[in-house]
């Protein structure tokens, strides 16, 4: 069994405000208007992955985001959402994988209270403050660079990781990374070859416990990664060129 697990957002799919040219499709509708797309031929290159590989969408994303995309090649058998704190099986929350979340995240949950309270009255926060399946936080702050240091420096970084993507933080207990969720993937469905596809901070973890990585141009200098993963080119969309690399792999397999 061949297995990609691949984030979703500037990863697969793309928001309104990114150029990915005019050959696009719609993926995802959010209070009557079309907020993602993905490029015609990546439409094309999916159908063909599809084929040859298990497609598991990995994202940070809740369930109610995930479940506003549709990627027009059928529903998938498996997703990893929350950061792979949940995984759904033909779109049904796995209990025992959710539970063992629970049991994973334990250690961290003072830290993660402490986050709350943090945000709780900060001033910065412009948006509500949300404790995600009760395992992380998530909320929007202005300002979010300078909340992230403050809260590394306040909170245990053994137990608790913190990111921000532009206004968006995040809080959650490093035992729920994507590469934690890579981990438990290969047990859950026993399989040995995996290659993982991600654009930001939060999929790290995950292209590292992958058998390969697969990241845009530049993230290796962005992040100060040392490991042994490949970089897409720096002309075309990561999409696409992610998606060529799974087949070529595929072929050679």
Same mark, same amino acid.
């Given at each position: 069994?061949?297995?990609?697990?691949?984030?979703?957002?500037?990863?697969?799919?793309?928001?309104?405000?990114?150029?990915? &040219?005019?050959?696009?499709?719609?993926?995802? =509708?959010?209070?009557?208007?079309?907020?993602?797309?993905?490029?015609?031929?990546? #439409?094309?290159?999916?159908?063909?992955?599809?084929?040859?590989?298990?497609?598991?969408?990995?994202?940070?994303?809740?369930?109610?985001?995930?479940?506003?995309?549709?990627?027009?090649? %059928?529903?998938?058998?498996? @997703?990893?959402?929350?950061? %792979?704190?949940?995984?759904?099986?033909? &779109?049904?929350?796995?209990?025992?994988?959710?539970?063992?979340?629970?049991?994973? @995240?334990?250690?961290?949950?003072?830290?993660?209270?402490?986050?709350?309270?943090?945000?709780?009255?900060?001033?910065?926060? =412009?948006?509500?403050?949300?404790?995600?399946?009760?395992?992380?936080?998530?909320? *929007?702050?202005?300002?979010?660079?300078?909340?992230?240091?403050?809260?590394?420096?306040?909170?245990?970084?053994?137990?608790?990781?913190?990111?921000?993507? *532009?206004?968006?933080?995040?809080?959650?207990?490093?035992?729920?990374?994507?590469? *934690?969720?890579?981990?438990?993937?290969?047990?859950?469905?026993?399989?040995?070859?995996?290659?993982?596809? &991600?654009?930001?901070?939060?999929?790290?973890?995950?292209?590292?416990? @992958?058998?390969?990585?697969?990241?845009?141009?530049?993230?290796?200098?962005?992040?100060?990664?040392?490991?042994?993963? #490949?970089?897409? %080119?720096?002309?075309?969309?990561?999409?696409?060129?992610?998606?060529?690399?799974?087949?070529?792999? &595929?072929? @050679?397999?």
């Amino acid at each position: 069994m061949k297995i990609l697990c691949t984030d979703l957002d500037n990863t697969i799919i793309y928001s309104y405000k990114h150029d990915i &040219g005019n050959e696009k499709m719609n993926v995802e =509708i959010y209070k009557e208007r079309e907020i993602s797309f993905i490029s015609n031929h990546t #439409y094309e290159l999916l159908k063909k992955v599809n084929e040859e590989f298990l497609i598991i969408p990995t994202s940070t994303r809740t369930i109610e985001q995930y479940e506003r995309i549709d990627l027009k090649i %059928g529903t998938f058998k498996y @997703a990893l959402v929350c950061n %792979g704190s949940v995984l759904l099986v033909d &779109g049904k929350k796995d209990k025992d994988w959710y539970e063992e979340s629970l049991r994973l @995240a334990k250690p961290s949950n003072l830290e993660v209270k402490k986050a709350l309270e943090y945000l709780e009255n900060d001033k910065r926060r =412009i948006f509500e403050l949300r404790h995600i399946e009760d395992l992380f936080v998530f909320t *929007k702050c202005d300002e979010a660079e300078t909340v992230v240091n403050e809260l590394r420096k306040y909170l245990d970084k053994n137990l608790v990781n913190v990111f921000n993507n *532009k206004e968006k933080v995040y809080v959650l207990p490093t035992s729920l990374s994507k590469g *934690k969720a890579i981990e438990r993937l290969r047990k859950y469905l026993k399989v040995e070859f995996i290659i993982a596809s &991600g654009d930001s901070e939060f999929d790290i973890s995950m292209v590292e416990a @992958a058998d390969v990585g697969l990241v845009p141009h530049g993230f290796k200098a962005e992040f100060n990664i040392k490991s042994d993963i #490949y970089e897409m %080119g720096k002309e075309g969309l990561f999409s696409e060129q992610l998606l060529r690399k799974c087949l070529q792999y &595929g072929s @050679a397999l």
